[in-house]
Nanobody
Framework: VQLQASGGGLVQTGGSLRLSCAAS????????RGWFRQAPGKEREFVAA????????TYADSVKGRFTISRDNGKSTVYLQMNSLKPEDTAVYYC???????????????WGQGTQVTVSS
């Protein structure tokens, strides 16, 4: 049971990145999936989440209109398209999964390793 995040990197302000989170060892069938981030010296915070069907998505206010979460259940992969990036988006981004929507947003059961996103000014 493993979540593998990728796609982080260094980008200038206003640029874009797409993060991916692939599941292995288990299909996470029926699980909600999502992303959190942790900036240096700050607590980990919720970024975005999506239900199994993809019919419901939710975002932190700080990323609404700039980030888009999507999923491909055939590939057991969730994506986070990040546009109009700002220096304050700099953080380690973690993917996560949980069978329940409310705990996906607050305290997900399964975590992947992080991927670093750095936005230069």
């Amino acid at each position: 049971v493993q979540l593998q995040a990728s796609g982080g990197g260094l980008v200038q302000t206003g640029g874009s990145l797409r993060l991916s989170c692939a599941a292995s060892g288990r299909a996470f069938s029926g699980y909600a999936r999502g992303w959190f981030r942790q900036a240096p010296g700050k607590e980990r915070e919720f970024v975005a989440a999506i239900t199994w069907s993809g019919g419901t998505k939710t975002y932190a206010d700080s990323v609404k209109g700039r980030f888009t979460i999507s999923r491909d259940n055939g590939k057991s992969t969730v994506y986070l398209q990040m546009n109009s990036l700002k220096p304050e988006d700099t953080a380690v981004y973690y993917c996560a999964a949980d069978p329940r929507w409310i705990t996906m947003i607050t305290d997900p059961r399964v975590w992947g390793q992080g991927t670093q996103v750095t936005v230069s000014s």
